[in-house]
């Protein structure tokens, strides 16, 4: 589409075309002039391709490919804080943290902050320093950065979610093609998939028309691979496309049409695991943690049907694995089919005689 010329055939077709009988021979002058000239163009030819690239939706990058999403009204989505609730323990109830305190956890190296002033054994409320997906934790080792000894633990009182990553070239990119390919109407269904997708940490969404009778709209929405919402997102987009109560009609939602928003139904998987084996020199604790990490991002990835027979191959293919006796899900050997508005969840594994 844009063939870049190397600097040797640049170099190669200038020459030719000097009607001269001057020495044209490596490390003469006229050579040396050549040579810079030729690798100019080279240059040019770079910068020139990387422009014509960037006016293409489909390579453009970075704020180039915001200014071309901005054309149609689409703009990236810049991603959230998580936000939870902490406690800090001591033996002084009126000892007074102040807002602005900054934790840490000694897990990732992440920092939080408090949300208002508290006191000791009382509720706080925390955000993360900056936002990202990697500031969610439900299982933190919290202490203070400046050492604090009227604070003897710092105990994680609601699980600290709703961070979510800047939205990326290829995601931006993903939603602009979906817009283009299917314009706005009066309400229809792609409409509130769409308008859905506009929410900051929503990666899935699907509409039902009439779900609920006339004038009625479910949509159902999720995170990556339909990974489960917190409700604080799950009332965020409601209050988006359709805000009840005194605010009704102020979304985007034709007036007259009620959409209720839900997010994927859990569905509780639990795996035993009989006579589990594992390879010299393996540290259990590691092989059953790889384990764990392994079968919960395959239902992260289900969409229809959890395999019984794909779980053994993870489980037999996993880190430090060497055999087992059987594996049983929710107690059957058998697949699950979920519905369409369900996600399975890993809530335990449960080991018989491993070794």
């Given at each position: 589409m844009f063939d870049i010329q190397?600097?040797?055939?640049?170099?190669?077709?200038?020459?030719?075309?000097?009607?001269?009988?001057?020495?044209?021979?490596?490390?003469?002058?006229?050579?040396?002039?050549v040579s810079a000239i030729s690798l100019e163009i080279v240059n040019n030819q770079v910068f020139f391709k990387n422009g014509f690239l960037s006016s293409f939706v489909e390579t453009a990058k970075g704020e180039l490919l915001d200014l071309r999403c901005k054309e149609h009204g689409v703009y990236r989505k810049q991603g959230e804080k998580a936000k939870g609730e902490v406690i800090f323990r001591g033996d002084n109830e009126e000892y007074i943290i102040p807002k602005d305190t900054i934790i840490i956890n000694n897990n990732t190296n992440l920092k939080y902050i408090t949300l208002e002033d508290t006191k000791i054994n009382q509720i706080c409320s925390v955000i993360s320093e900056n936002i990202g997906a990697l500031y969610n934790t439900s299982n933190p080792n919290f202490n203070l950065i400046k050492q604090d000894n009227n604070i003897k633990l710092i105990e994680l009182n609601k699980e600290?979610?709703?961070?979510?990553?800047?939205?990326?070239?290829?995601?931006?990119?993903?939603?602009?093609?979906?817009?283009?390919?299917?314009?706005?109407?009066v309400g229809t269904v792609t409409d509130y998939e769409r308008w859905a997708l506009e929410v900051d940490g929503v990666k899935v969404?699907?509409?039902?028309?009439?779900?609920?009778?006339?004038?009625?709209?479910k949509v159902i929405v999720g995170g990556e691979y339909g990974s489960v919402l917190d409700d604080e997102l799950v009332q965020k987009v409601q209050d988006y496309i359709c805000p009840l109560g005194e605010k009704y009609g102020q979304g985007k939602a034709p007036i007259g049409s009620t959409a209720l928003v839900t997010t994927f139904e859990k569905v509780p998987i639990s795996i035993r695991i009989e006579g589990l084996k594992i390879e010299d020199k393996y540290n259990l604790d590691i092989v059953k943690l790889?384990?764990?990490?392994?079968?919960?991002?395959?239902?992260?990835?289900?969409?229809?049907?959890?395999?019984?027979?794909?779980?053994?191959?993870?489980?037999?293919?996993?880190?430090?694995?060497?055999?087992?006796?059987?594996?049983?899900?929710?107690?059957?050997?058998?697949?699950?089919?979920?519905?369409f508005d369900e996600k399975g969840i890993l809530e335990e594994i449960v080991y018989d005689e491993y070794k």
């Open positions: 190397t600097e040797q055939e640049i170099k190669d077709r200038i020459c030719k075309n000097i009607k001269s009988d001057l020495d044209k021979s490596e490390g003469s002058i006229i050579n040396d002039i600290i979610l709703g961070g979510e990553n800047i939205e990326s070239d290829e995601e931006l990119r993903k939603r602009l093609y979906f817009i283009v390919s299917n314009p706005e109407g969404s699907k509409a039902l028309p009439c779900f609920y009778g006339n004038g009625t709209v790889k384990l764990e990490e392994n079968i919960k991002e395959y239902l992260l990835k289900t969409t229809e049907v959890i395999i019984y027979h794909e779980i053994i191959g993870i489980v037999i293919e996993s880190y430090g694995v060497k055999d087992f006796k059987e594996l049983l899900v929710n107690g059957l050997k058998e697949n699950r089919t979920l519905n």
